[in-house]
């Protein structure tokens, strides 16, 4: 990742900006939502299981700054939501989005996710009239760079 921030230095203008966009490295939820209340809540995996690549994006974003390639101008977090009418609609949109990712997944993993998408779209239905999320934490960084 570092090689790639480098090239994107390379090839931005001096007055051109680089925006990063990307999710902690913690789990997100998996949420029910009725109204403006919050009815189920719990992590779509353990918070042992944070993506590696979201890590690694991290610390190749330190690296550049840290090397002067990059002044970061600006960093902020937001709560990134995706809604859906209900659980299997919702997993149906994350699996087209991430058909790219090939990793192999461990099986004690898929089984908590499993666990945890089956309790929530047994409370929508309860409810009748919840919808389904996905909770991330995210953050977006406007970086310019240094001409070095």
Do not use: C
Request: hydrophobic letters at 40%.
């Amino acid at each position: 990742m570092v090689h790639a921030l480098e090239e994107i230095h390379r090839l931005l203008r001096p007055n051109g900006i680089l925006i990063d966009i990307h999710p902690f490295p913690q789990a997100p939820e998996v949420k029910v939502i009725q109204g403006d209340e919050v009815i189920f809540a719990e992590p779509k995996r353990d918070i042992q299981d944070e993506d590696e690549d979201v890590k690694q994006a991290d610390r190749a974003l330190a690296e550049v700054v840290e090397r002067g390639l990059f002044d970061v101008e600006h960093s902020e977090e937001f709560d990134f939501f995706s809604y859906a009418s209900s659980v299997p609609e919702l997993r149906d949109f994350w699996e087209k989005y991430n058909a790219y990712d090939d990793t192999l997944k461990a099986e004690a993993r898929l089984a908590q996710e499993e666990d945890v998408y089956t309790r929530a779209e047994q409370i929508r239905r309860e409810l009748g009239d919840a919808e389904a999320a996905i909770h991330e934490k995210t953050k977006i960084a406007r970086l310019k760079p240094k001409l070095v």
